[in-house]
Each structure stands twice: as C-alpha cells, then as structure tokens.
C-alpha cells in the first residue's frame, strides 16, 4: 500500500457533533448499540501528496465501520491520479452511526473519491445518523469528492456536514445524488424518511467565508411534492464546483439549462466568486446521473484539459 494506515490506533474525533434543532427530537438511545459507541464511530483520514511523477495517498486511518484498502491508477485519461472507494463494513448507515471523514489535498495533488455503491440510509426506530466531513484544499490541488446514490429509508433520521476549506487555486468538484427512498421496494417507499439534513459551508485559508448551503427535508411535516420543490420528481443531484473564476466562466458558458425531457438541470455561480452550483431533479437516479457526467466532464475539460473515463460496466 501507498499509504500509513493504523486502524487500531486511538484518536480523537475530528470535531465535535453539532447541536442542531431538526435532531433534538431524535436523540433518544436505541435498544441496541448505543450511538456513536465501539462499531458506530467510523473515522477514515486520508492525505494525498503529489510525488513529482503521480499522487499518491500518503496518510490513511480508518476505524470501523469505515474502511479504505489503497488507491488505484484506473483512470486512463489521468493516469496519475489515484481513484480511492470508501468502504462501509456494515453495508448501510445505522441508527446511532456517527462517521466522520476528513480528506487533506497536499499541493499540487490531485484525487478522486467514491463509495464502492450507494449509500443505504437504513430505517430507523430511535436516534439519528450522522456523517461530518472535513476537506481541505492547498494551492493548485484538484478533489473529485463524488460518493455514489444516498437512499433514505423510511423512517431514517439523516444529518450530514461538508466543512470545506479551499486555497483560490485549487478546483473541488463534490457531488451529491439524493433518492426519495427506495422507489420499487414494497410498493414504493418514497419520501417517507424523517428526516434528511445537509449543510455545505466553504471557507478560505485565511478563514474567510465563501457561503454556507443547508437543505432541510421533514416530508411529513413539510410536504416535497409542490411545484418550485420536487414536484414530480423523485431524484435530486446537488454538485458544488470551487474553483478559480477563469474555469467557472468557461464552464457556465457552455451549461445549457431547462428541460431535457423528464430532467430539469440549471447552474449558477457561487457568492464570492467561490464557482458554480449546479443542480438536476429527474425521475430516476440514471438521468440525473448523465446530466452530472455532463458537468463533472465540462470540469475536467476546463480545469485539466482532459476528459471523464467512460461509465463502468457495473455503473
């Protein structure tokens, strides 16, 4: 392996959980494993450091149920770029899980980061999930932060944070695919989570504040299906692109928005010239992944001057 891993290690988190008020309803303890307890605190760390001929994952620590075996070199049009597939040992997310995931991108670095398949949610009686994740970006460094599928099931109490701090130079390309839940199971089980809360909050080296995105979604106490919300859709793609001004002009230019059949896809730009968001809702998870491939691929011909890999065989 490439990296330093001590999996058995003792450390401290990486910050500590917020308090927010969507989660003061959820916090009693399950019957089971108490939260945040041996088994329901995955921490995984991870440094990439550019070696002069490709980068390298340098640093790694893991503590289960999250896990990372080494970096591969798949990508044919980067080949210098490791590919990491974060990994859950418990196949989903559980009531009482807390996960904390910290990436530092050394100068010059460049990286891309998924999950081995869709992160499952799972249905919950007592308690919450959550997932705090910390990203740092040094000078001319480049992070894909693109995990597969979030799928909420019903009843799942879900709180997830992005703190991101990223040098002007640098380029983060993170996305994130939300389903209503699991559409074809049961009959259909859509929007009938408790409780799925996201906050994205971008700074600069020295502190300064680039903006803060939250999205709070209670379907039974807020209904989704409005017009101007989801409407009829079922599955929403968020992607937050930081990078420097000369790529998002480029980029915007060639973005296209509106209506492409059944997916409705539009971008706009970032307070403080920080970059783009860009956002997609569609009926099924697979359009709204194309209409991200399009922008990830508008990325890496603006910042790199390269192209995606084609979609995998088993994607």
Not at 176 to 196: A, C, N, P, Q, T
Request: with cysteine.
């Amino acid at each position: 392996m490439s990296a330093t891993s001590v999996p058995g290690a003792s450390r401290s988190l990486p910050g500590p959980i917020p308090t927010i008020p969507e989660l003061d309803q959820y916090q009693d303890q399950p019957k089971q494993a108490p939260a945040g307890k041996v088994g329901k605190t995955g921490v995984l760390e991870m440094r990439f450091v550019d070696r002069g001929d490709k980068t390298i994952l340098r640093d790694m620590y893991r503590k289960t149920p999250l896990l990372v075996q080494q970096a591969l070199y798949w990508d044919e049009a980067l080949p210098t770029m490791p590919c990491v597939y974060m990994i859950s040992t418990s196949g989903s997310v559980l009531q009482g899980d807390r996960l904390f995931l910290t990436i530092e991108m050394e100068p010059g670095s460049l990286a891309h980061v998924t999950t081995q398949s869709a992160t499952k949610v799972h249905r919950m009686d007592a308690n919450h999930a959550s997932q705090l994740q910390k990203v740092v970006l040094a000078e001319n460094s480049y992070l894909e932060l693109m995990p597969g599928v979030t799928i909420p099931h019903r009843n799942a109490r879900y709180y997830a944070r992005t703190d991101i701090t990223v040098d002007p130079t640098a380029t983060l390309l993170f996305s994130e695919i939300v389903m209503s839940g699991r559409k074809y199971h049961d009959g259909g089980e859509m929007f009938v989570y408790d409780l799925y809360s996201t906050m994205i909050k971008a700074e600069r080296p020295d502190g300064k504040n680039l903006f803060t995105e939250k999205l709070v979604i209670e379907p039974a106490r807020f209904p989704v299906r409005y017009g101007g919300i989801m409407g009829d859709h079922d599955v929403f793609g968020n992607v937050i692109l930081l990078t420097p001004k000369e790529h998002a002009d480029a980029i915007l230019e060639e973005i296209v928005p509106g209506r492409d059949g059944k997916v409705v896809s539009g971008a706009s730009r970032l307070p403080n010239d920080a970059g783009l968001i860009f956002k997609v809702l569609g009926p099924e998870s697979e359009p709204v992944k194309a209409k991200v491939r399009d922008f990830w691929s508008l990325v890496r011909k603006a910042v790199l001057d390269t192209t995606i890999p084609p979609v995998p065989l088993w994607g």
